[in-house]
């Protein structure tokens, strides 16, 4: 049985689907958890937040983007005033702006990789140095099966995603020498908000090309990403484990 008790949790865009999965897991494990998303997610946030305070677990909602250093600082200054340290960051906020890469516009690219890949760095440059300073810290990376094998009409998102996969990489060998890991999961088709907008026939395409028949759910990513950020998960780092139903193996 994995145990986090005690360990304080930030989790980035943490009101969304997979947040929300997240933040349940980590708290069911024992974990305390920042529920970071933007200002405009605050009520979502806050039912998040709720949820992890009714699994007997301290919570914080803290508002700002990711792709603000300004913000992210002092999110992360709240959180060390608030618990006095941090034991694991989840990158999950991203989004998508989905589009043929001859009609993509420069705006939909540079926003795209504003928050799913500037805004992972940020974070992690932001946690870092009080990780450090502990020798202890798990970094988990939510990237995409996007970032590994690429897809059409998502040039902006799966190279943030490629990119995210990269600085995963990176961070891992940075930071290994002070006992910190940072791992990234790729997930393949899951049932959020994200993937709800897709019309049948893409959904049906997706469906046909996963052997475990079936969509994933925000549970079987939270699953995994627990056990990454887990002591169970000590000698694991710079590594991508794809969360796709057999779809990319
Ligand atoms: P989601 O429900 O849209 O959650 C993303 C969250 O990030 C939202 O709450 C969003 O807020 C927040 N966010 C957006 N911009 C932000 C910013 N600048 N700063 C802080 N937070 C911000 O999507 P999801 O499906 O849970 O996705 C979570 C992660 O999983 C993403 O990184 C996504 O790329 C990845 N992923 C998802 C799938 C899938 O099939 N769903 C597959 C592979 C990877 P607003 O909603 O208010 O904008």
Redesign the pocket.
């Known amino acids: 049985m994995l145990n986090l008790t005690d360990r304080v949790a930030m989790i980035?865009?943490g009101?969304?689907?997979?947040?929300l999965a997240l933040a349940d897991r980590l708290a069911t494990l024992g974990a305390n958890v920042v529920v970071?998303?933007?200002p405009?997610?605050e009520e979502?946030a806050e039912r998040v937040a709720e949820m992890v305070r009714k699994h007997g677990r301290k919570a914080l909602v803290a508002l700002g983007?990711?792709?603000s250093a300004d913000d992210v600082g002092k999110t992360v200054d709240s959180v060390l005033e608030e618990f006095g340290k941090i034991d694991i960051l989840i990158n999950?906020?991203?989004?998508t702006r989905d589009g043929l890469l001859i009609r993509m516009s420069e705006q939909d690219w540079d926003m795209v990789l504003e928050?799913?890949l500037k805004?992972s760095f940020l974070c992690t440059k932001a946690v870092a140095r009080p990780m450090m300073k502990a020798r202890y810290g798990r970094i988990v990376n939510?990237a995409?099966v996007a970032g590994v094998m690429g897809n059409a009409g998502q040039a902006n998102y799966s190279a943030s995603k490629g990119g995210l996969i990269a600085l995963t990489k990176t961070t891992a060998k940075e930071l290994a020498s002070r006992s910190i890991t940072c791992n990234a999961v790729a997930?393949?088709?899951?049932e959020?908000?994200?993937?709800e907008v897709l019309d049948e026939q893409v959904r049906a395409q997706w469906l046909q090309n996963i052997p475990l028949g079936r969509p994933g759910t925000p549970e079987d990513v939270a699953d995994v990403v627990a056990f990454l950020a887990s002591d169970a998960a000590a000698y694991v780092t710079g590594q991508v484990l794809n969360i796709d139903g057999g779809l990319i193996m």
């Open positions: 980035t865009g009101a969304g689907g997979l947040g970071n998303d933007i405009q997610a979502a983007s990711v792709t999950n906020a991203g989004i928050i799913n805004g939510i995409s997930p393949g088709f899951i959020t908000r994200m993937t």
